[in-house]
């Protein structure tokens, strides 16, 4: 008896959806650490562009270049988006507002003043080397 010949395409149609999944945990983790711990949490970058890296292959993304392309603006997102998080939610809680609230009234020129007084030197290390590791993940 023979057995039943498996279908020889691919799946591609995944990846954006494992991408998208991938994006939104990596900020919701890192904006619950970095209000958990109180700091910024600049670590979390590395597991943001590690978990991208690998989401991406387990959506079956082939094209190595664009693995790698998507991962670093992947991780650059996640970072902005949770730097963006974190600021909202404590200007938030000192205005009586919730996060979310306070995240779309919050204007980009404030959240960008916010995250310069937060971020030093060492959240700028922790994002470049997360995107190192994260292109060798990738690749």
């Not at 670590?43 to 292959?57: G, N």
């Amino acid at each position: 008896m023979s057995t039943p010949s498996v279908s020889a395409r691919s799946v591609n149609w995944l990846w954006p959806l494992m991408l998208l999944i991938a994006l939104v945990a990596a900020v919701m983790v890192w904006w619950f650490v970095a209000l958990a711990s109180g700091r910024q949490a600049g670590w979390m970058a590395i597991f943001a562009a590690v978990e991208l890296a690998f989401m991406l292959r387990l959506g079956a993304l082939r094209r190595p270049a664009l693995r790698v392309g998507l991962t670093l603006v992947g991780t650059l997102l996640a970072a902005v988006i949770a730097n963006w998080a974190i600021a909202s939610s404590y200007v938030g809680a000192s205005l009586g507002l919730a996060p979310w609230d306070s995240a779309l009234r919050m204007g980009p020129h404030m959240a960008w003043t916010l995250a310069q007084l937060a971020n030093g030197a060492a959240e700028m290390v922790w994002l470049a080397v997360a995107l190192v590791v994260g292109w060798f993940v990738a690749r």
